[in-house]
DNA sequence: TTGTATTTACCCCTAGAGGGGTATTTCTAT
DNA sequence: ATAGAAATACCCCTCTAGGGGTAAATACAA
């Protein structure tokens, strides 16, 4: 039978590197191919013949989330493992929803990647873990933070006070003050120090 | 010649994965030992015979500048390359002060960092992109945090206020607010927002 | 089509943040 | 012995943040 091909997608170089060197030591894994950014991921997927995309969640541009969803619409055939840093509960809901094929912590051995990616390739769902993401919900409501949130939040970590966000976006100041008002709500947190700590851990930002 | 024994520190192991497949990959380098944070990092190298340290800089409980110190003081024969995911201007000058033998970034290839390895083995240092390190540096002045202060950070990240931190560590509230304004102004901040992505990115929480 | 989410915008209020000082004690290194 | 850093604590001030509402227009999906 002909090798699984796998595409890798991380922002680091050297993770990328690394990632190939120990899925390549696999005689029945083929990597095709590399991208930095969910664009590249896209780009790829529509030129060339993939079977499995290893995704990290946090990259510039377009998320691994926003990424795997566009493929999952688009290339319902491939599929996606997801690569984490931390147990988002946050995205756990959504990663399910979409349909996406694997997911697991990068606190993860090489051989853990490679059995998820054969597992995966063999039609079944590999979910590292799981209880780590759902844990801690006494807040089980989860809550997803529109664009214009995240938005408001990048600025936030800029150091932008709200007046200022409002004339960088064009908005009023009341408007901003209650997009900051919803963000501390909906994540029940209690100022922007937490959210940015927040924010950043989650690959918010 | 006897291969060069290498000891990796990173907080992910499927990161320790990858470096092990790209070093073990030169058959003059040996991979001796693997470490997720500073402790077992010193911890290591106490107990065995170690040429070079490749330190992840942003790692949890004993972050990779500290440990770099101690190792430097109390192994001076062992070389210390850096692994940093950001060029941290802030960090330079510490780096060059400590007496660290290289600094890369992560957006790098396996290749750089063989060779990087190679480079500090023969004596020399190897110091990447030291442009990008030194720019921005309209305030070349390098200020230091003292502990109290990162302590007083650490509070504000999990979004403590100035009087609860000052309940907190047995002081007045004057105090705190005394520390708050010393540490915007020592890293030219403007808000606590700035101030917790800085200290994020810094490895500093 | 009829909700639901999103984005926009305003009101109220209190408490806290940020920035300008000054000043003491303690500790450490020269 | 003495200069310097660090930690402590207080004064002043203004502006912002955080939290409680309400409500409109748009857009999108069941």
Excluded: W
């Amino acid at each position: 039978m002909s090798s699984v091909k796998i595409l890798i997608a991380d922002d680091h170089q050297i993770v990328l590197d690394g990632l190939k060197m120990v899925l390549s030591a696999r005689e029945d894994f083929e990597v095709v191919g590399e991208a930095s950014n969910g664009l590249e991921v896209l780009d790829f997927v529509t030129k060339n013949r993939v079977d499995i995309v290893v995704l990290d969640i946090n990259m510039p541009g377009m998320d691994g989330i926003k990424c795997a969803r566009k493929i999952k619409t688009d290339y319902p055939n491939i599929k996606v493992i997801i690569l984490t840093m931390y147990a988002q509960k946050s995205f756990i809901e959504e990663i399910v929803k979409i349909g996406i094929d694997g997911c697991l912590l990068k606190n993860n051995t090489g051989k853990e990647l490679s059995d998820a990616i054969a597992r995966v390739h063999s039609g079944k769902s590999y979910y590292d873990q799981i209880q780590n993401f759902s844990k801690d919900d006494k807040e089980l409501k989860e809550y997803s933070l529109s664009e214009r949130e995240i938005e408001i939040i990048r600025k936030l970590g800029d150091g932008l006070t709200s007046s200022q966000i409002a004339d960088a976006l064009f908005i009023s100041e009341h408007t901003v003050k209650t997009h900051r008002k919803n963000i501390l709500k909906k994540l029940n947190l209690h100022s922007s120090s937490e959210l940015i700590q927040y924010a950043l851990n989650n690959g918010i930002i």
